[in-house]
């Protein structure tokens, strides 16, 4: 680890090279097709570099690939562990930052959101959240998108006033997950008129996301690509109810709520 300034740090590995680089994404490069291979260049990798943080990721991925999350489960905790040991004693988690924009700090942080989302799909939903949280203290600018995975966390745990305190550290934020979440928060909270306000100006936003809200039946839309999905676009609105749907369907009255609004919003002219 090296410090750059007063709250900054990079993770220095001095022994990984352009040529592991170039070695490593041949093994991504196998990891679709044939990820028995990938396995073994990032086995090897690790073999003698037992410190290349992006080959513990990547040989996960490839674990999960031939259908053993067990052992992927397994690598990514181990991997996560051996991270945070290199990490100084003074190091806190509560304000250093290890921005993303430094890209010797991409490979935790890649690892570190998977960590997460393994925490998750577990259902321990409090340990998927400090670690999401960390993130959010160690990358503010947020590239990877995890804001929206702890307002679903604290929509899981029923802290409304987390959603909402999530939301102010991005007020100029437009993902559908904190647009939407903060009206739900509010609607939580008793808040009926600021949930309103806010439910109005997400339906604004993406208006296909309510209606999908208020559909008896959801169906995954033809030709959706959940790696590539449109803003604005019926499969986003259906990634959204796959992700947060239940927290409104949970919520009673949150739906005839987003009912209300949209019967209440003018008609576009032709």
């Known amino acids: 680890m090296r410090q750059m300034a007063k709250h900054e740090w990079i993770i220095k590995l001095p022994r990984i090279t352009v040529q592991l680089e170039d070695k490593l994404r041949e093994g991504i490069h196998w990891l679709r097709s044939d990820p028995k291979c990938a396995e073994c260049i990032f086995l090897g990798l690790i073999r003698d570099y037992p410190e290349y943080l992006d080959a513990y990721h990547h040989w996960a991925l490839a674990l999960e690939k031939k259908g053993d999350q067990i052992q992927a489960d397994q690598v990514r905790e181990k991997a ?5 040991a290199f990490f100084p004693p003074h190091f806190s988690m509560d ?3 290890l921005a993303w924009g430094f890209e010797e700090n991409r490979p935790f942080l890649r690892l570190y959101h998977a960590y997460g989302l393994q925490l998750m799909k577990r259902g321990d939903i409090e340990g998927a959240c400090d670690v999401f949280e960390n993130m959010l203290v160690l990358n503010p600018n947020d590239n990877q998108g995890i ?10 745990l029923k802290h409304p006033e987390e959603v909402l305190s999530v939301c102010r550290q991005f007020p100029d934020d437009a993902m559908e997950h904190l647009l939407y979440g903060r009206a739900l928060a509010l609607f939580q909270g008793g808040e009926v008129k ?9 339906i604004n936003c993406f208006p296909l996301i309510a209606k999908e809200l208020v559909k008896a039946k959801h169906r995954k839309p033809k030709g959706t690509n959940d790696r590539y999905v449109t803003l604005g676009s019926s499969s986003q609105a259906f990634q959204y109810w796959s992700e947060h749907g239940q927290y409104w369907v949970e919520t009673p009255g949150a739906i005839e709520l987003v009912q209300g609004r949209l019967l209440g919003r003018p008609k576009k002219q032709r």
Do not use: N, Y
């Open 194 to 202: 600021e949930a309103e306000d806010a439910l109005d100006f997400a």
């Open 147 to 156: 804001r929206a995975l702890v307002v679903g966390c604290h929509l899981a």
């Open 95 to 97: 304000k250093d930052q």
């Open 80 to 84: 996560i562990k051996m991270a945070l």
